[in-house]
């Protein structure tokens, strides 16, 4: 019986002027933006991790959650009970869709077959909630990062008996995804780095990195799964450096393993920023790459060196990201997973509904106002106009096959050219940009 949220009513739109913190003030699911409705265009997911899995711990403190499926008790009973109050949640808050590890949704055993046991138990449920319910699969994965087995990494680990746990717990999970009509399956290399290069054969653990991910890919295809293969990147924490570091590193290693075609990127804002780049640079980088798969929502502390994965809040650091991706046709098959955690303070049961709420509030407004850009046509005629020599003779000239190097001196020489700096208009351009916010 689901029963922590039942103070809590099904989440309504009321609009700007409603008081009620326990509705949407933007988040209209059927208003028509860009040809879709808002509820088609964001695509909104919950992490299960986060919302349900996460006790409130810091690293100076314990637990401060007091949730029934939190309590001492049989794991799988437990575990019943979390699913019961999860699609409750879900049901009540209308995400589209929702993502899992698969140690969120069920616990380890003694052993692989009593762990494998319990996991299919589980998605027999969630799969007969699923047809009850309006929400879902997002994507799933595999957790290869929590257990001590995988300190020293999982597919790239020194032990090959920890890569074939790994690629048969990912099996499973893969097989779970497709059973649920996932979209995507995500991988994260939580662990896939190291903390000394004094222990560590670089080269043999990418090359283990690449098998891992053809074997993935070759099972996609076996089984018929039409979603996407994910790479997540994210520079450190747990692991001190992590192979997958940022968008740039990933598909460097994916075109250099020939898998460039068959897996895209999950980017996230908060791993964005901790690799010393923007959110909207990530994502323009993928899209200029075709390699936009999905994204987790959320944002980090400046003040803070770590992953905080917090609820967005911020239309203006929202809306460069949404006016690339709704530029060139929105998110496709991925989303946006709200991959962040309510505070540790944060401990009554509005707090989650409060905190989903006003994420998906602040997508909502942002991308009103990203139609509001696209329409206008002011940023995107700046930036072609800025190009239009390259559609032209010069431009046209450089990328003819049979132009040389010396035919592009002589050039020059001929017809004396001598180019002047041209303005990029920066604060023009954040003057227009300010008009939206």
Known sequence: MSDYFKNINEIIYEGPDSDNPLSFKYYDENREVLGKTMKENLRFATCYWHTFTWPGLDPFGGATFERPWMSSGDPLKMAEMKLDEAFDFFNKIKTSFFCFHDRDISPEGSNYK????????????????????????????????????????????????????????????????????????????????YETILNTNMGLEIDNLKRFLELVVDYKYKIGFDGQILLEPKPHEPTKHQYDFDSASCLAFLRKAGLENEIKLNIEANHATLSGHSFEHEIVYAIANNALGSLDINRGDTLLGWDTDQFPNSVLELILPFYHIFSNGGIGKGGLNFDAKIRRQSIDPEDLFYAHIGGMDICAKTLLAVEKMINDKKLSNYVTKRYEDWQKDLGNYIYNKGTTLESIHQKVLDENIEPKPRSGNQEYLENILNKYL
């Open 114 to 193: 009593e762990t494998q046991k319990n996991f299919l138990y589980i998605i027999d449920l969630i799969q007969s909630k699923m047809e009850t319910s309006k929400v879902k699969l997002l994507w799933g994965t595999a957790n290869a990062f929590s257990h001590k087995r995988y300190m020293s990494g999982a597919s790239t680990n020194p032990d090959p008996e920890v890569f074939a746990y790994k690629a048969a717990q990912v099996k499973d999970c893969m097989d779970a995804t497709k059973r649920l009509g996932g979209s995507n399956y995500v991988l994260w290399g939580g662990r896939e780095g």
